[in-house]
């Protein structure tokens, strides 16, 4: 072990790698670090329930992703909560409770609107503290930032683990290689430098999965899988989808497959069966507060408020719903294959909104495909990844506008385990990759939305009701 892997085995090497990513998304948050970011909407969330509110005191300061509820006093003296839709007569409102009905322009007294913010959350919880001394100046950005430093530290403690348990053969070197690769090689690092509700759930998710991740290895941890999963589910609602880990762990770590066939006449193993009662029983525990949440505001358990959102693609939701196979096929593209427009004169090079392929942000994440060795996590990882990417690419938004794939965050930290435990050697290639990926990922973080000469709108997928 070389000097440099001796400093990093330690507990004080730590630091120095939180200091290296924190200086790092600091110095390219460049001026956004003055003021909180022009969509703090956990800010506002965190402050209405200060005051003893689920909704905002006054109209927000942009119209950009707030969900808005109508509210209509009749001349009759009933109040409607709800929306008419512009898809289908435009008479006819859809009142958080009930059944649609026809309400004509002249039976209206008067009408109003409530806005909520419709995000899962936990990153609100996270953030009272600090709205309770500064209120609405607290600087997401700067929250953001500190936070999203702490992520490289707990992913390379993680990777530790797995080789401790002789998952992984990586030295500490390639420890951090594949740190970097998350901090700095990936959409993780623009996300970083943001602030903005989207972004700032994008980091907290990551130390959601980190955390899922570590508790579910050999499904060690129940609770704290499940708690995990649960506040993940409360950040970015994917992440609710990412169980299955856990489960594949129990099976393997309490007799594993073969054992599964004997079942149907043995039962089911206790030590199973407690593992995944006690994982469901925290899990549901942040389940159940976060339904009561949506029930509180929108009537119905089971609605965030998503579909209420004042957006210029409103009538996509309408007509297709929030998740749908219509979306497919763009939002594969948008993972995929897009790629940046080369120009011959300044500025060169520009990013449509809806982002670059994850194999131009990340493209050691293709070694994922051809593993030296057939890890015993490898199943369990695949259909994680699958379970949380799906959401996402059924959604109605393919995460414009972005710099790269930025729902990729859901499951980058199960590609980076793969990567870990597949065991295949970082070759001069693997390394020179993660130096372009650091490269690309450094371009966006210094200029997307900031620097805007360096991107253009890719009208080529329409946002319409396509």
Not at 94 to 123: E, N, Q
Not at 304 to 323: C, M, P, S, T, V
Request: aromatic residues 16%; contains cysteine; charged residues 15%.
């Amino acid at each position: 072990m070389n000097w440099f892997e001796r400093l990093f085995s330690r507990r004080w090497g730590l630091p120095i790698i939180y200091v290296v990513f924190l200086g790092a998304y600091l110095g390219t948050s460049d001026g956004r670090l003055r003021q909180h970011s022009a969509y703090n909407h956990f800010s506002y969330l965190a402050d209405g329930w200060l005051h003893g509110r689920l909704d905002l005191a006054a109209s927000p300061p942009n119209e950009n992703d707030w969900a808005r509820v109508e509210v209509l006093q009749l001349k009759d003296g009933r109040t409607l909560k709800g929306q008419f839709r512009s898809t289908g007569p435009t008479d006819r409102f859809y009142p958080l409770h009930g059944h649609s009905l026809t309400v004509d322009k002249d039976d209206i007294a008067s009408r109003s609107w409530i806005r909520y913010v419709s995000f899962p959350p936990f990153p609100a919880v996270l953030m009272l503290p600090f709205v309770a001394i500064w209120h609405l100046a607290f600087n997401d950005v700067l929250f953001t930032v500190i936070w999203a430093a702490l992520n490289p530290v707990l992913l390379f403690l993680l990777l530790g683990g797995l080789r401790r348990r002789g998952y992984s053969k990586r030295s500490v070197d390639d420890d951090l290689w594949l740190t970097v690769l998350l901090g700095a090689g990936s959409v993780y690092f623009y996300s970083s430098v943001l602030g903005q509700v989207w972004y700032t759930a994008h980091v907290i998710g990551v130390t959601c999965v980190i955390g899922y991740a570590w508790a579910a290895l050999e499904a060690s941890r129940p609770a704290l899988a499940g708690l995990f999963v649960g506040l993940g589910f409360a950040t970015r609602t994917p992440l609710g989808f990412m169980f299955p880990l856990f489960f594949f762990e129990a099976v393997r770590v309490c007799g594993g497959t073969d054992r599964l066939r004997r079942w149907r006449k043995e039962g089911l193993p206790a030590g199973l069966l407690g593992k995944c009662l006690r994982f469901s029983a925290a899990a549901g525990a942040v389940l159940a507060v976060l339904l009561t949440h949506n029930y509180l505001r929108f009537g119905k358990f089971y609605v965030f408020g998503h579909e209420y959102l004042n957006i210029a693609w409103q009538d996509r939701i309408q007509k297709w719903g929030l998740f749908n196979l219509h979306f497919l096929s763009r939002n594969l593209a948008c993972a995929l294959v897009l790629l940046p427009r080369f120009l011959a004169k300044y500025p060169y090079v520009k990013v449509g909104a809806h982002g670059l392929s994850l194999l131009v942000t990340s493209p050691n994440l293709a070694y994922t495909v051809a593993p030296a060795e057939r890890s015993p996590l490898a199943r369990g990882l695949w259909i994680t990844i699958l379970f949380t990417a799906l959401p996402s690419l059924l959604y109605q938004n393919s995460g414009y506008i972005q710099f790269g794939y930025r729902f990729s965050l859901d499951y980058m930290i199960f590609f980076i385990i793969l990567l870990a435990v597949g065991n295949r050697r970082f070759t001069l290639l693997w390394k020179a990759l993660l130096v372009w990926a650091v490269a690309v990922n450094l371009f966006g973080a210094l200029t997307f939305d900031h620097l805007t000469q360096f991107s253009y709108d890719d009208s080529f997928f329409p946002h319409g009701n396509n």
